[in-house]
C-alpha cells in the first residue's frame, strides 16, 4: 500500500530565454563608449521613441568607427544566442543600434521590437538605482483569470526585473515586451540597444 500513487515529470513548453553575457574588461571600452555617445548627443537632439524624458540616438552607431569593437562582440554573442535556441544555421544580421541616455526620472515605455528576431542591450553607465530593466510576460491570456498571489514564482509573476549593471550584455527575443524603470539616481543612466534580423 505504499507504493507511489503515480511518477510525475514536469516539461517547460515554449521557454522564453533571456542571455547575459557579463564582459571582464569592460572599464576602457565604456570610457570610450561614453565619449562617444556624449558626442553624438550634443551634436543630435534626439528623438523619442520609448523614452520618457530621455534622449535617444539615431539607429545608426554601428556604422561609426567608434562603435566597431562593441558590435563585433555583440555579433559573436547574437551568433552564440542564435545557435543555442537553434538558429545557428540562419544568416542573422545586425539592422540598427542606438544609444540612450536616461537623466533623473527618466525611463522607457513598456515596448517591443517588430519586425526583428533578436534584440538586446549593452550598460555603459549603470548608477546605483538607476533604472531596472522590466520584461513581461508574453502571453496575454494568463491575466483573464488567475488568484492572488503574495508568494511570486517563475509560473506567478507578470514581470521580471533585471539590473542594470556596466558591462552587462543581455539579448531576448525581440517579440519580448520590455521597459525600463525611472532612474532614481542623480546619474545619468547610458546604455546602448540593438536588434538582429534574419
Same mark, same amino acid.
Given at each position: 500500500?505504499?507504493?507511489?500513487?503515480?511518477?510525475?515529470?514536469?516539461?517547460?513548453?515554449?521557454?522564453?530565454?533571456?542571455?547575459?553575457?557579463?564582459?571582464q574588461d569592460y572599464a576602457t571600452l565604456?570610457?570610450?563608449?561614453?565619449?562617444?555617445?556624449?558626442?553624438?548627443?550634443?551634436?543630435?537632439?534626439?528623438?523619442?521613441?520609448?523614452?520618457?524624458?530621455?534622449?535617444?540616438?539615431?539607429?545608426?552607431?554601428?556604422?561609426?568607427?567608434? @562603435?566597431?569593437?562593441?558590435?563585433?562582440?555583440?555579433? *559573436? +554573442?547574437?551568433?552564440?544566442? #542564435?545557435? /543555442?535556441?537553434?538558429?545557428? &544555421?540562419?544568416?542573422?544580421?545586425?539592422?540598427?543600434?542606438?544609444?540612450?541616455?536616461?537623466?533623473?526620472?527618466?525611463?522607457?515605455?513598456?515596448?517591443?521590437?517588430?519586425?526583428?528576431?533578436?534584440?538586446?542591450?549593452?550598460?555603459?553607465?549603470?548608477?546605483?538605482?538607476?533604472?531596472?530593466?522590466?520584461?513581461?510576460?508574453?502571453?496575454?491570456?494568463?491575466? @483573464?483569470?488567475?488568484?492572488?498571489?503574495?508568494?511570486? *514564482? +517563475?509560473?506567478?509573476?507578470? #514581470?521580471? /526585473?533585471?539590473?542594470?549593471? &556596466?558591462?552587462?550584455?543581455?539579448?531576448?527575443?525581440?517579440?519580448?515586451?520590455?521597459?525600463?524603470?525611472?532612474?532614481?539616481?542623480?546619474?545619468?543612466?547610458v546604455s546602448i540597444s540593438f536588434n538582429?534580423?534574419?
Amino acid at each position: 500500500m505504499n507504493e507511489p500513487q503515480w511518477t510525475k515529470n514536469v516539461h517547460h513548453l515554449f521557454p522564453t530565454a533571456l542571455f547575459a553575457f557579463q564582459l571582464q574588461d569592460y572599464a576602457t571600452l565604456n570610457r570610450s563608449l561614453l565619449d562617444a555617445i556624449y558626442q553624438l548627443k550634443a551634436l543630435d537632439p534626439g528623438y523619442a521613441a520609448s523614452n520618457v524624458l530621455g534622449w535617444h540616438s539615431k539607429s545608426h552607431l554601428f556604422e561609426l568607427e567608434e @562603435f566597431q569593437y562593441l558590435k563585433q562582440l555583440t555579433d *559573436t +554573442a547574437v551568433l552564440e544566442v #542564435a545557435k /543555442a535556441i537553434g538558429y545557428g &544555421e540562419i544568416p542573422i544580421k545586425a539592422a540598427n543600434c542606438w544609444a540612450n541616455v536616461n537623466p533623473k526620472y527618466a525611463s522607457n515605455k513598456i515596448h517591443d521590437h517588430a519586425n526583428c528576431l533578436f534584440s538586446g542591450v549593452y550598460y555603459v553607465k549603470a548608477p546605483k538605482d538607476s533604472g531596472n530593466l522590466m520584461f513581461y510576460d508574453p502571453r496575454s491570456a494568463k491575466t @483573464f483569470y488567475k488568484p492572488l498571489v503574495t508568494n511570486f *514564482t +517563475a509560473y506567478t509573476a507578470d #514581470a521580471v /526585473a533585471h539590473a542594470a549593471e &556596466e558591462g552587462l550584455l543581455l539579448i531576448f527575443p525581440s517579440w519580448l515586451k520590455h521597459g525600463v524603470e525611472p532612474n532614481l539616481s542623480d546619474e545619468e543612466r547610458v546604455s546602448i540597444s540593438f536588434n538582429y534580423v534574419f
